[in-house]
């Protein structure tokens, strides 16, 4: 549980910033299958409806609570690996503490 358990969750960390990032601009990368299919029904729905001259305020509703709801995993994702790489950097200093405090000088 060293340095490279560390740097490998910082490589997540920064991965997971870099998705929310792009979700807050709106685009739909990041999101999954389930999420993009969602979305795009959404999207069908509101063309639909504005092709027969009828309000898109639905499928507005939809792709926002959509977009809301994709933000809010992976800020509780970004939470969980920020807690995991603290737990970690925890065990490794009383690790450390361990080995200095058990020498003999």
Known sequence: MGNSE???????????RKKLEAVRRGEWWPL???ERLAMSRALA??????HRDRSTRGAENRMD????????????????LHGERQRLITEAARAKA????????
Request: overall charge positive; hydrophobic content about 35%; aromatic content about 4%.
């Open 65 to 80: 609570s959509l977009g809301s709801s994709v933000e809010m995993r992976l800020t509780a994702e970004l939470t969980a």
């Open 98 to 105: 361990a080995r200095k405090s058990s020498g003999w000088f």
């Open 6 to 16: 560390i740097r490998r969750l910082d490589r997540e960390i920064e991965k997971t």
């Open 32 to 34: 999954t299958a389930r």
């Open 45 to 50: 729905s509101g063309a639909r409806s504005a």
